[in-house]
């Protein structure tokens, strides 16, 4: 009995007070696709926003001027440990004189490989930088400190000659050393032959070029012609050359031409 009128009370008061009525479920279903929404869309906002805000405008970086006090400063710590000697001078310079006549061997095969008929080989190569090696030697010679300037260009070519023979597979120290020395005799017997040349006349340079760049092939008397007009051309050249941008290591090589 009172479980049954506890069921009808339940009953009665439902049918009195329903739970939800349609309205108020549609006001709860708005509610929750709005909130939905705003979740999916916080992100995408925010992310703008934050792309926006960390974007910064580029800055105009202006050159840093030392004082004087700074400047002297470095140029006095500079002096003190040997960067302006003599000899620090002379190395620098070395690099710069030494790495000229390499590029222009290499710019100017057209003439030496193709104009002149000097095999495509290693010793071209070196037969033909040393050859610019010795005309940097004649100017450098009326120069005060020339003999240093001399032994530090003359260390670049076979600093050179040693990498590239290493640079071509062979790396045992001992072959490379017997080569070096080989190289070493053929330069100074060039140099005094040139230098032989250069003091006399055409016919004794020429006959200097035929043993020393010459001997491997089978050239004619126009080739040999070529190059000597091209040394005589450098030479003048050379000799006018301002003193001090030859210690700076500035210097350069004209064109040779394959014509007389």
């Known amino acids: 009995m009172v479980f ?39 992100p995408t906002a925010m992310s703008v926003k934050r792309w926006q805000t960390t974007a910064q405008p580029e800055k105009i970086v202006e050159k840093k001027e030392y004082s004087n006090v700074t400047k002297k400063v470095v140029y006095g710590l500079a002096r003190m440990l040997g960067y ?5 001078t002379a190395i620098r310079a070395s690099h710069d004189l030494y790495r ?4 222009h061997s290499e710019a100017n095969k057209d003439f030496f490989i193709e104009a002149c008929n000097l095999p495509d080989n290693f010793q071209s190569w070196f037969s033909v930088t040393q050859l610019h090696v010795w005309m940097l030697m004649v100017r450098l010679r009326g120069e005060k400190n020339g003999k240093l300037y001399i032994q530090e260009l003359v260390n670049r070519l076979f600093d050179d000659a040693e990498h590239r023979m290493r ?18 005799a053929q330069f100074h017997g060039g140099v005094v032959a040139y230098d032989e040349g250069m003091c006399k006349d055409d016919p004794v340079l020429a006959a200097a070029l035929w043993r020393n760049l010459f001997a491997p092939t089978s050239n ?4 040999l012609a ?35």
């Open 4 to 42: 049954t009128n506890a069921v009808k009370t339940g009953a009665s008061a439902a049918s009195r007070k329903p739970i939800h009525s349609s309205r108020t479920i549609q006001q709860c279903l708005s509610q929750s696709q709005t909130r939905m929404a705003i979740t999916r869309l916080a």
């Open 100 to 103: 000229i006549c390499a590029e």
């Open 167 to 184: 640079s071509h597979g062979i790396t045992q120290q001992r072959m490379i050393n017997s080569y070096i020395k080989d190289l070493l």
């Open 226 to 260: 070529y190059v000597v007009q091209y040394i005589r051309q450098e030479l003048k050249a050379l000799d006018d050359l301002d003193g001090e941008k030859l210690n700076a290591g500035i210097v350069h090589f004209g064109k040779p031409n394959a014509s007389i």
């Open 220 to 223: 004619n008397a126009v080739h």
């Open 84 to 88: 302006y000697s003599t000899g620090s």
